[in-house]
């Protein structure tokens, strides 16, 4: 049974840093695309940042290239979002995701979630 369990999230001032974490169990990691998405109330899950399996790719959404940085650490099965210079619209649910492909859609029918971090960010 795969299992991504995900850490970290709080409350932050603006301007301020957090780092999300989400380790990985149940499945070959290695294999798999990780993702971070997010959810604000009201909002549809959107798209944050997706990484391939060997980190040689990545790709983020316009809100917020040149803030967060993904990575992932194949031989501990994590993936990690650190997020800088973070702003009150980032403030969401965050969720981690194992997709067997490279998508970049939140509703993508394959794959697997984490249960979500709360991160709040305060003006």
């Known amino acids: 049974q795969v299992q991504l369990v995900e850490p970290g999230g709080g409350l932050v001032e603006a301007g301020g840093s957090l780092r999300l974490s989400c380790a990985a169990s149940g499945l070959i990691f290695s294999s798999y695309t990780m993702g971070w998405f997010r959810q604000a109330p009201g909002k549809e899950r959107e798209f944050v940042v997706i990484i391939s399996p060997g980190s040689s790719t990545t790709e983020y959404a316009d809100s917020v290239k040149g803030r967060f940085t993904v990575s992932r650490d194949n031989a501990k099965s994590t993936v990690y979002l650190q997020m800088n210079s973070l702003k009150p619209e980032d403030t969401a649910v965050y969720y981690c995701?194992?997709?067997?492909?490279?998508?970049?859609?939140?509703?993508?029918?394959?794959?697997?979630w984490g249960r979500g971090t709360q991160v709040t960010v305060s003006s």
């Open positions: 995701s194992a997709r067997p492909t490279y998508s970049t859609d939140p509703k993508l029918g394959v794959g697997s």
